[in-house]
Structure formats: structure tokens, C-alpha cells
């Protein structure tokens, strides 16, 4: 295969595995009833009129399953913490004892696994059709190798070599959704 077409086929290779890993980061968002810090990635507080990622203002941790205790480098910033966690619309009720905040992480009913369920799902597809897309971009390059005196046969390689890697990485996001079903239906 010429260098172009490898070329083209890493940097494939490459975008459907940034698809894998965004896919990973979100399903650790959906929470399956462990309490754990990734729960509250995403949550900015206003730190002196500037929004900031809570992990930068406190220290996050899970001592049991049931709870996550986030406490603060500096104790003015439990209010805003506190204010910032509730308008996430996690589903949390922080508790602020002065020092701290815990964070009781209810039990799921059998609806709300339900319902993350198909968010997982919605995600699940949504990495597939961003790995469609790049197997779609990466195609279209091919196509354009004609022009540049690549032979159609090193062309039509090229297109199975990536239509393979785009099934390798669909399998992949089904094993990942498959993984996240057993995660949330698991009392």
C-alpha cells in the first residue's frame, strides 16, 4: 500500500479510536448506582466570577458505594459548590455540614435504569454514526487518491481495509454498550 493510502488509513484508524474514548468518558458519566467523582465531571463553579471545573475548587472522593464526599480547599466555596451541583440536575441533594458536602446517591428504580439505559444507547449510536462519518471522510480521500495516479485496485484495498476497521470499531461500541447494559440493570 502506498504511503498515502497508509496514511490515510491511520489517521482513520485514529479518529474512530478518539470515538471509542469519548464514548468510555461518557458512559462513565451514567451513573449505575456506584457512587463515584466522574459523576460530577462536568460541574463548573463559579470561583470568584470565573467558571471552573469542580475537581479544580475541591477534593472529590467515594468512601463507600453510597456516597461522595466533595470537600473544598477553601471552606467560602461550599455554598457555591453546593449551588453549582444542584443546577448540574445530577438528581443530587447535597448535604452541607460546614466542612464538607455529602452526597447520598439514591438507589435506582427499576425506570430510572431504564431510562439510562437508553441514554447509553443514544450515545452508543451516536459513536457509531461518528465512526460512519470517518469511515465516510476517509473514503472520499481515497476516491481522491485516483487523481494523483494511485492505481483503482490500490484504491479499492484501501476502502476494505477501511470498511474492516470500521466494523472492528462498531463491534467495539457494542461491547461497550453491551458492558454499560449489564452495569446499569445490576442491583
Not at 14 to 28: A, G, P, T, Y
Request: proline fraction near 4%; charged fraction near 35%; glycine fraction near 4%.
Amino acid at each position: 500500500m502506498t504511503e498515502e493510502c497508509e496514511f490515510c488509513l491511520e489517521e482513520a484508524k485514529e479518529n474512530m479510536k478518539n470515538s471509542i474514548e469519548h464514548l468510555k468518558r461518557v458512559f462513565q458519566k451514567i451513573r449505575a448506582g456506584k457512587a463515584s467523582p466522574q459523576m460530577l465531571d462536568g460541574v463548573s463553579v463559579d470561583y470568584y466570577g470565573t467558571l471552573t471545573p469542580l475537581n479544580q475548587v475541591a477534593n472529590i472522593s467515594t468512601p463507600d458505594p453510597k456516597q461522595i464526599i466533595v470537600q473544598p480547599w477553601e471552606k467560602a466555596m461550599l455554598v457555591p459548590i453546593d449551588k453549582a451541583i444542584l443546577a448540574a440536575n445530577l438528581g443530587f441533594n447535597p448535604i452541607n455540614n460546614g466542612e464538607i458536602l455529602r452526597i447520598i446517591v439514591p438507589a435506582l428504580t427499576e425506570e430510572r435504569r431504564k431510562d439510562l439505559y437508553k441514554k447509553a444507547k443514544e450515545e452508543a449510536e451516536l459513536a457509531k454514526i461518528s465512526i460512519r462519518n470517518i469511515r465516510k471522510s476517509a473514503n472520499d480521500e481515497a476516491k481522491k487518491f485516483k487523481d494523483d495516479g494511485i492505481s483503482e485496485d490500490e484504491i479499492k484495498k484501501l476502502e476494505t481495509e477501511i470498511q474492516n476497521i470500521t466494523n472492528e470499531y462498531s463491534k467495539e461500541v457494542d461491547k461497550l454498550l453491551e458492558a454499560k447494559e449489564k452495569d446499569i440493570m445490576t442491583i
